[in-house]
């Protein structure tokens, strides 16, 4: 499969040769931020099927105390991707091109969602993280 994606003023490009999995929302009051929206939308992908096609230079990060970062467009603000220890982790499924021909399965930490969030019926839910086998 090949997929790509790109941010709002189209200076970072990307590809992916392959397929994302496991892509989940999640609700936490750091996401909400982190992706200024209701909560994430985020799928993981093999690093080794993705590349920047154009733009890197544009990139910059924000690195967390874990570890784990986010990767976003200094001139128009998108955020692109997530990284985990200096590699591409997962994207943003906003940023992709074409359909992923994957929804989101999971509705992760809804316990603390926003007030004003409605969260869609027919996807598990969980209070907080998935049970290990979710
Ligand atoms: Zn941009
Ligand atoms: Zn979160």
């Known amino acids: 499969m090949n997929l790509s994606g790109e941010c709002f003023c189209g200076e970072i490009k990307y590809e992916i040769n392959g397929k994302l999995l496991d892509a989940r929302s999640c609700h936490c009051s750091r996401c909400r931020k982190a992706f200024s929206s209701q909560a994430s939308a985020y799928a993981l992908v093999d690093p080794s099927e993705f590349q920047w096609v154009s733009g890197a230079e544009f990139l910059t990060s924000y690195v967390g ?4 970062g986010l990767q976003f467009c200094k001139k128009c603000g998108s955020t692109l991707c997530g990284v985990y220890q200096d590699e591409v982790h997962g994207v943003t499924l906003g940023c992709l091109n074409e359909d992923p021909e994957i929804e989101i399965g999971r509705h992760i930490f ?14 598990p839910q969980y209070e907080e993280h998935p049970p290990e086998n979710a």
Request: a negative charge; proline letters at 6%.
């Open 65 to 68: 105390e874990h570890g784990f």
């Open 110 to 123: 809804v316990g603390s969602k926003a007030s004003w969030e409605v969260i869609p019926e027919g996807v």
